[in-house]
């Protein structure tokens, strides 16, 4: 497992709060498995790192990081942003899409 200021230099994460600490030992133990993760905290506190981070440490690392910004995406409309759709699946679907997941797993 990676060490703590090893992760910090190479992600350049400054600071030595314990909370800082605890969310990245929890970001690089859970780089090597399946689990969602959810990051909360303020604005500006570096949430985007953490994604960045286990990304990097995971055996996904050689496909593309893709990060999306869910807010700015039609309500209703995610599932197909994320996933795809098939041609005629709802109004307007008038070709078959294959979206963010499937280009993350290139
Ligand atoms: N501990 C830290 N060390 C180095 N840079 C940091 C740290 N915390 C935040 N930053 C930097 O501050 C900036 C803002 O961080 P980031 O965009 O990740 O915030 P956020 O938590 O996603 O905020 P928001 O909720 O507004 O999206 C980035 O450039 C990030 O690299
Ligand atoms: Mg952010």
Known sequence: MENLQTVK???GIIGN???L???LEKAV?????????LVTG???VGKESIPKIIHQLSHRKHAKYIAVNCGAIPEGTIDSELFGHEK???TGASACLLYTSDAADE
């Open 9 to 11: 230099q190479r992600f």
């Open 17 to 19: 709060d314990v909370q």
């Open 21 to 23: 600490s605890r969310a």
């Open 29 to 37: 133990r859970v780089s090597p498995t399946d689990i969602s993760v």
């Open 42 to 44: 303020e604005s500006g």
């Open 88 to 90: 005629g699946a709802f």
